[in-house]
């Protein structure tokens, strides 16, 4: 009965917001931070290690920390007791913002692309991959020439979401593409 039901895996098109990729530790997270006995005015803290894939665009990425009541077996003593949501960028101490010049990045239009993709390419030497969803690479080609213009036959491809990334001597670019038919 849900509205969305039926409309595929993924929909495609689709503002997936808030969307919960991933939870450490379980649902209910990690278990004995805190003694049974909690101080008034004392810290306490837990280190967790998580990694994100270049793809993900760190702008919308979010972290929720909380802390939760959770009595296995007994649902009246499950709570949230606290809880913070926590941007990428607060964490890093560094500027992120990008400091390349227009010509430096990567452009590719039209998006969704049918038969074919324009491609403008970073200065410099670079090679060209083409990724799907589940990271299969579908191009994987060296890129040595003074043009930055590239056409990418699209008409190939089966239908779905890639990713288009182009290593420069210095970094690399990435942007999602779909292609329809």
């Known amino acids: 009965g849900h509205p969305l039901y039926g409309l595929g895996h993924p929909m495609y098109f689709y503002p997936h917001h808030h969307v919960v990729r991933d939870m450490v530790d379980g649902t209910w997270g990690t278990s004995e ?8 005015g004392q810290n306490y803290q837990h280190h967790f290690d998580y990694y994100v894939t270049w793809s993900w665009d760190q702008d919308f990425i979010k972290f929720i920390v909380l802390v939760s009541l959770h009595e296995e077996g007994n649902p009246q003593n499950q709570q949230v007791l606290n809880a913070r949501e926590i941007s990428v960028s607060d964490l890093l101490a560094l500027d992120v913002d990008d400091p390349l010049e227009k010509d430096d990045q990567l452009i590719a239009y039209p998006n ?6 324009q491609v403008q390419l970073p200065k410099g ?3 060209i991959q083409l990724t799907d969803a589940a990271g299969k690479v579908h191009l994987n080609q060296d890129w040595n020439r003074t043009d930055i213009n590239y056409t990418l ?8 979401v890639y990713y288009l990334t182009v290593y420069t001597d210095q970094t690399r670019h990435v942007t999602p593409v ?3 038919r």
């Open 33 to 40: 931070v805190f003694p049974d006995e909690v101080t008034l």
């Open 125 to 127: 030497s670079y090679s």
């Open 112 to 117: 969704p692309a049918k038969q074919t993709l």
């Open 178 to 180: 779909t292609i329809i």
């Open 153 to 160: 036959e699209t008409s190939n491809y089966p239908q779905g």
